[in-house]
């Protein structure tokens, strides 16, 4: 099974940006369709960012993050990425990384989900 290493995660002040970086291991991901959640103490894992298996890559964004998130994959390294523009408060979040066998976007629901990272820090504050 593929296993997942979140890094890139901080304390950034507001309007800042961030890469997180995931690195598989145990298996290519070529395959899988990764992803992003991020959650908050007392809220649900959410949904963040997509991006499909290599065969057809495609991306997917929910609303509230396009314009200032962005998903790319690099299958050579085995990494997928979540780059962060203009950080606000309220995205500070533990974001966790994910795979999914399927391939498709956007992942299904947590309990449905392959392989997680361990989440990392993401802190925005003046």
């Known amino acids: 099974q593929i296993q997942l290493m979140e890094s890139g995660g901080g304390l950034v002040q507001p309007g800042g940006s961030l890469r997180l970086s995931c690195a598989a291991t145990?298996?290519?991901?070529?395959?899988?369709?990764v992803g992003w959640f991020r959650q908050v103490p007392g809220k649900d894992r959410e949904g963040i960012a997509c991006?499909?298996?290599?065969?057809?890559?495609?991306?997917y964004l929910i609303p509230s993050v396009k314009g200032r998130f962005s998903i790319s994959r690099d299958n050579a390294k085995n990494t997928f990425y979540l780059q962060i523009l203009n950080l606000k408060p309220e995205d500070t979040a533990l974001y966790y990384c994910?795979?999914?066998?399927?391939?498709?976007?956007?992942?299904?629901?947590?309990?449905?989900?392959?392989?997680w990272g361990q989440g990392t820090q993401v802190s925005v504050s003046s």
């Open positions: 994910a795979a999914e066998e399927m391939g498709l976007c956007p992942l299904p629901p947590t309990y449905e989900i392959d392989s």
């Open positions: 145990g298996d290519t991901l070529k395959r899988y369709a």
């Open positions: 991006i499909s298996s290599a065969d057809v890559p495609y991306t």
